[in-house]
């Protein structure tokens, strides 16, 4: 059964801290593996990773993918009180997409 | 551009009902797809509709059922409601399909009684 797995489940740190958000996953018919930032209501896009090796980066915020590990981890640098939020894992495959069931960061002033 | 809207926002329905919500993607996006999100499953997969046609489905019953009309509006109805159904109900819009960023609508919230 595919299946995607997030941890930590949660995560509190103090502002300025770097945290590391993990996703593995089981997937037949991988295409593509997708970061999304839950704060209220609808996810916002963060990252589309294909390709291993890559490192996507945006600002603060980077994501790499190792497909033969299956895994990918986001990365936040000097982590701000506005970061946090549920960071969703997300793997598109042939006919579907499977989410993982997200990270609960809090940052701390 | 305006984002992807969905009506209604909150909605209270009993058991045995059933309901249909509503979602206007983003123009120009012909890609439509749907998500069921609670607490304790998370996000799930419902369906995906590119022109006028059910193009992915995921592992729900058949319930659940969608359309989507010819200006890539789409609808979702769920019958014989269960208290289950309760949940947090998204759409997302995209140019093409589930390969590309999706944008999400801001969901409606649904509660069965």
């Known amino acids: 059964e595919d299946k995607v797995v997030q941890s930590p489940l949660s995560l509190v740190v103090h502002e300025g801290d770097t945290v590391t958000l993990n996703c593995s996953y089981e997937v037949t018919n991988f295409r593509s593996l997708l970061w999304y930032k839950q704060e209220k209501k609808a996810p916002t896009f963060l990252f589309m990773l294909?390709?291993?090796?890559i490192e996507k980066k945006s600002g603060r915020l980077s994501s790499i993918l190792d497909k033969k590990e299956l895994f990918s981890i986001l990365n936040i640098t000097a982590t701000q009180t506005g970061d946090s939020a549920v960071y969703l894992c997300a793997v598109e495959a042939r006919d579907k997409i499977i989410f993982g069931k997200g990270t609960r960061l809090h940052i701390l002033p | 551009k305006a984002g992807v809207t969905q009506t209604p926002r909150y909605l209270i329905k009993t058991r045995g009902q059933q309901v249909t919500l509503s979602c206007s993607p983003i123009?120009?996006?012909?890609?439509v797809s749907w998500y069921q999100q609670t607490p304790g499953q998370g996000l799930q997969f419902l369906f995906e509709?590119?022109?006028?046609?059910?193009?992915n489905k995921g592992n729900f019953p058949g319930r659940f059922s969608g359309r989507q009309f010819s200006n890539s509006r789409s609808e979702m109805n769920v019958s014989t409601l269960e208290l289950g159904d309760s949940a947090l109900y998204l759409c997302?819009?995209?140019?093409?399909?589930?390969?590309?960023?999706?944008?999400f609508g801001p969901g409606t919230r649904l509660l069965v009684l």
């Open positions: 997302a819009s995209s140019l093409q399909g589930l390969g590309e960023t999706q944008y």
């Open positions: 123009s120009g996006h012909r890609s």
């Open positions: 509709y590119f022109s006028e046609t059910q193009r």
């Open positions: 294909t390709s291993s090796g």
